[in-house]
């Protein structure tokens, strides 16, 4: 299971990647700017789709080995997009869209904001926990955990039943800014966080671990 883990997490360290912008030459009297990278930077629609279809497809692969069983979330026949995208994000998107995973409102070339995160999140857990339940029978490990954090969305929000999905089934971890800010624009170096959650929640899942249980 820790190759399992590994391989889940390698796919996350291309957010770490991202050419670092150059420092600006300091003053004379005062402190050089701290450099910034990316990976504290606002994700655009597809540069999250281009991470988290890298991230489903090596998931599913990890899955697959590790539980002996085919774990593929994807539909089959030829994926058709309906708008005009760039040609280097158009695999990443046609994963996504295979999986049902696309957002409504697909925020694209536009900062992405949190919870379209999260209802993409929701939509490819729950195929994701439908599909291992196909294979393995119903799940023998954690289902529900009792810290629940607070949702900063009106009830009425169309994403609100997607984060509760995520906050009820522990698929995201409760201190995610993803409950607490959830229209502020997802930065680099959040997602990984949230797609090594839905890792290691799909594991726990499936995997009888009492000590988990609280």
């Given at each position: 299971m820790q190759n399992l883990?590994?391989?889940a997490g390698a796919c996350l360290l291309i957010a770490t990647l991202w050419a670092q912008a150059p420092q600006r030459a300091p003053h004379f009297h005062?402190?050089?700017?701290?450099?910034?990278?990316?990976?504290?930077?606002?994700?655009?629609?597809y540069e999250v789709a281009l991470?988290?279809?890298?991230?489903?497809?090596?998931?599913?692969?990890?899955?697959?080995?590790?539980?002996?069983?085919?774990?593929?979330?994807?539909?089959?026949?030829?994926?058709q997009l309906e708008a005009r995208h760039p040609a280097w994000v158009q695999p990443a998107l046609r994963e996504l869209k295979a999986r049902g995973?696309?957002?409504?409102?697909?925020?694209?070339?536009?900062?992405?904001?949190?919870?379209?995160?999260?209802?993409?999140?929701?939509?490819?857990?729950?195929?994701?926990?439908?599909?291992?339940r196909e294979q393995l029978g119903a799940p023998q490990?954690?289902?529900?955990?009792?810290?629940?954090?607070?949702?900063?969305?009106?009830?009425?929000?169309?994403?609100?039943?997607?984060?509760?999905?995520?906050?009820?089934?522990?698929?995201?971890?409760?201190g995610s800014p993803l409950y607490?800010?959830?229209?502020?624009?997802?930065?680099g170096k959040e997602l990984p966080d949230m797609l090594r959650d839905i890792a290691q929640r799909i594991l726990e899942r499936y995997r009888d671990e009492p000590h988990l249980r609280d």
């Open positions: 883990l590994r391989l005062t402190a050089p700017p701290k450099p910034t990278s990316a990976y504290d930077e606002p994700l655009t629609g991470l988290t279809a890298d991230f489903i497809v090596n998931l599913e692969r990890g899955l697959s080995e590790a539980f002996q069983a085919p774990i593929s979330t994807a539909s089959a026949g030829a994926i995973a696309i957002p409504p409102k697909f925020s694209a070339d536009k900062p992405m904001p949190r919870y379209q995160v999260g209802q993409m999140l929701a939509q490819y857990a729950q195929r994701l926990d439908a599909r291992m490990g954690v289902l529900r955990f009792r810290t629940q954090p607070k949702i900063q969305l009106s009830q009425r929000h169309p994403a609100y039943a997607s984060l509760r999905y995520l906050a009820q089934g522990g698929w995201v971890n409760a607490r800010e959830p229209t502020k624009p997802i930065r």
